[in-house]
């Protein structure tokens, strides 16, 4: 029974682990993207007390409108390069978490799998044709739950793509 427990928790463990990984990865993203917000924010505050300054000086009506064309276009151009670098950090987190899926959903089973067929011999099964049924079960099991991973991680892939890249 302890090596049943046992198998149990290093299973929870390898679980925990994953979800450590995910928060982790989910943080540091989050950092990222604090960051430039306040980055852009600042200097967006910093050039508009600029802008303002060299507008009260200005005089010239028509000096004054390209002025202001001037700092609308800098200041656009910045929330923009601001919006695409949020969106590459965005696009790198979604693969990254999806190769995190992939990875536990191939070994999750794999383990699952593995704890299975442990019990299984551990049963006091004498028929063989019974122990035959249930290992075909398995294994029919494993290759459908494989065959779902592995099109979940390519629908995932698929997905993430899709959402980096411009439309046509």
């Known amino acids: 029974m302890a090596s049943k427990q046992d198998q149990f928790n290093e299973l929870q463990k390898k679980n925990l682990e994953a979800a450590m990984r995910l928060a982790q990865l ?30 009260s000086t200005t005089q010239d009506p028509k000096n004054l409108m390209e002025l ?18 949020i969106a590459e950090i965005t696009a790198r987190a979604q693969a990254e ?32 044709n019974a122990m035959g049924a249930i290992q075909t079960a ?15 991680a390519e629908a995932f892939q698929a997905f993430t793509n899709a959402g980096g890249k411009p439309r046509k």
């Open 97 to 128: 978490v999806g190769k995190l899926v992939g990875e536990q959903l191939t070994t999750g089973s794999t383990d699952v799998f593995e704890a299975m067929q442990k019990m299984f011999k551990g049963m006091p099964i004498t028929d063989q």
């Open 26 to 55: 989910s943080i540091e993203n989050s950092q990222r993207i604090m960051e430039i917000q306040v980055s852009t924010a600042k200097s967006l505050f910093e050039e508009g007390v600029e802008n303002a300054k060299a507008l």
């Open 68 to 85: 202001r064309t001037q700092f609308a276009q800098a200041t656009t151009e910045k929330m923009l390069a601001c919006a695409r670098e």
């Open 138 to 152: 398995m294994d029919t099991t494993r290759a459908a739950f494989e065959q779902v991973s592995r099109a979940s």
